[in-house]
């Protein structure tokens, strides 16, 4: 199971302990932040799509959508969501617990500036009921980002 191997991975660091799991739902930005009692805003949710021939993760605050010009501007394409399949085989995790951590070699990893607003936010850990807390620093640590992207709107 996916939230096992991130477990795994933050168990290098220490911090397997702090990986949070519930009885209900936590697949979608409104249920994560019921179930983490908290804004849904700081939910990061991590986002997959198709870019420069590969898989990348965007990852953005709960209450930020993707602006295409912006995609576009950055990435040189339109902004095309990989399918569920797509997510399962090429990122490594199942959508509602799609993560930057412990991914498939190969997939890029960008956080949004959206993020940047916050003490600390929650991505998912690989399962569709799972998260854990971080500062914005340990999002950059731990999910060997790539880039600072500002791809997103409506959340400012």
């Known amino acids: ?71 576009k501007a950055r990435f040189g394409t339109k902004a095309k969501m990989l399918t569920s399949d797509e997510v399962r085989a090429m990122v490594g995790h199942a959508v509602g617990g799609v993560c930057p951590f412990a991914v498939n070699d190969g997939v890029a990893v960008y956080l949004d500036v959206s993020l940047k607003r916050f003490q ?14 971080l500062t914005v620093a340990e999002l950059e640590k731990y999910s060997g980002f790539t880039s600072w992207i500002d791809v997103c709107k409506g959340w400012n």
């Open 120 to 133: 600390t936010v929650f991505p998912a850990c690989g399962s569709s009921n799972s998260a854990i807390e």
């Open 1 to 71: 199971m996916s939230v096992e191997k991130v477990k795994e991975y933050f168990k290098k660091y220490g911090m397997e302990n702090r990986v949070q799991e519930f009885e209900v739902s936590s697949a979608t930005v409104e249920l994560a932040a019921e179930a983490l009692h908290c804004e849904p805003c700081r939910i990061a949710k991590t986002l997959s799509f198709m870019a420069g021939g590969g898989p990348i993760l965007i990852v953005a605050a709960g209450d930020a959508k993707i602006d295409n010009p912006k995609y």
